[in-house]
């Protein structure tokens, strides 16, 4: 089992930026694809971007490409998810997630990850 630590999250006007980390622990984090997830009030939980274990390959949600950017490194067992020019429909609670398995081929689907952050907050006031 794996555990993972957001932090970041915070407070920014419209079109600021704001980088989150996850910091992974207990397994060998290098492993597994990483994938970042939020959910706003009275809204179902849903995929925001993920990264391959090697950190070759990302996936975006639409709703995000060309303004987040998730990236790893894996000598500080840490996941990134840098957001770039925020707009308030951005504000939820983030979570960052680990896949099942090893070695996996990505995916946005959240049943395929198997150990979640507590997830840290992101308001962005217009």
């Known amino acids: 089992q794996v555990q993972l630590v957001e932090s970041g999250g915070g407070l920014v006007q419209a079109g600021g930026s704001l980088r989150l980390s996850c910091a992974a622990s207990?397994?060998?984090?290098?492993?597994?694809?990483m994938g970042w997830f939020r959910q706003a009030p009275g809204k179902e939980r849903e995929f925001v971007a993920v990264i391959s274990w090697t950190g070759g390959s990302t996936s975006y949600a639409d709703s995000v490409k060309g303004r987040f950017t998730i990236s790893r490194d894996n000598a500080k067992n840490t996941v990134y998810l840098q957001m770039n020019s925020l707009k308030p429909e951005d504000t939820a609670v983030y979570y960052c997630?680990?896949?099942?398995?090893?070695?996996?081929?990505?995916?946005?689907?959240?049943?395929?990850?198997?150990?979640w952050g507590q997830g840290t907050q992101v308001t962005v006031s217009s």
């Open positions: 997630a680990s896949t099942k398995y090893p070695r996996s081929t990505i995916t946005t689907t959240p049943n395929d990850f198997g150990s």
């Open positions: 207990g397994r060998t984090f290098s492993s597994y694809a």
